[in-house]
């Protein structure tokens, strides 16, 4: 069965850095999410997109945060002034239309120090 | 707005024995309904989900759910549990068409302590 698949599993970043995480939806897909979930707190959505561009957006998505599908492949969260807050796990999921279910990626850990 | 109540926050449970994980849900639409398992450290996996049609839907590892809407619940079972369901275990909606549509909502989640 096709996947999702996010890179990097775990990514360690010093506060105040950019950061980039990455995600490959499935190929055929057209609708994409992602949601953050911090230690030990229920998984929370973020943003979703479609047609490059945003279709709705959370409180959490503030200005520091961006996405972009720079190509046909791929899909990213860009974060751009890191806080010790942002650590969590970093969940990507893709739909082939907006009212069907969403397949998860295996997350991205974010550690922020 | 869609929401979703998971009523144990812990179940513990001994091996073997029977297990019901608790989901409400509240939405103004028609929904999808989800539940998901995560073990330490890693990512969300999809347990199983309920569409339409049948209201018992069965997933992987033994798990099924059943969907009712009179009551706005889809709870978890599994007749015999094993050491190995020990983990954290997500509800999670999603609204057919309305205004969030393509958005999944979670519950906080309950943690299954399966005891030799």
């Known amino acids: 069965e096709p996947e999702v698949t996010q890179t990097p599993s775990h990514q360690v970043t010093q506060m105040g850095q950019e950061v980039i995480l990455r995600c490959v939806p499935i190929s055929n897909h057209l609708y994409f999410y992602w949601y953050r979930q911090i230690l030990g707190q229920k998984v929370e959505f973020l943003v979703s997109f479609y047609n490059n561009e945003i279709s709705e957006k959370s409180e959490i998505f503030d200005d520091q945060f961006s996405v972009e599908r720079p190509d046909g492949s791929n899909f990213t969260l860009k974060i751009r002034s890191t806080k010790l807050e942002d650590s969590a796990m970093y969940f990507c999921?893709?739909?082939?239309?907006?009212?069907?279910?969403?397949?998860f990626g295996d997350g991205t850990r974010l550690s922020i120090l | 707005a869609q929401s979703v109540t998971q009523l144990d926050s812990q179940v513990p449970v001994f091996e073997e024995a029977p297990v019901e994980l608790r989901c409400n849900y509240s939405s103004s639409v028609s929904v999808y309904l989800f539940w998901y398992v995560q073990y330490p450290n890693q990512g969300l996996q999809l347990l199983l989900k309920y569409l339409s049609g049948s209201t018992l839907v069965k997933g992987i590892n033994g798990f099924e759910a059943e969907f009712n809407k009179s009551q706005t619940s889809f709870h978890l079972r599994k007749p015999s549990v094993h050491i190995s369901d020990t983990a954290e275990y997500f509800c999670?909606?999603?609204?057919?068409?309305?205004?969030?549509?393509?958005?999944?909502?979670f519950g906080d989640g309950t943690t299954l302590t399966v005891k030799p």
């Open positions: 999670a909606v999603s609204e057919v068409g309305g205004t969030n549509a393509g958005k999944s909502t």
């Open positions: 999921a893709s739909s082939d239309y907006r009212d069907q279910p969403q397949h």
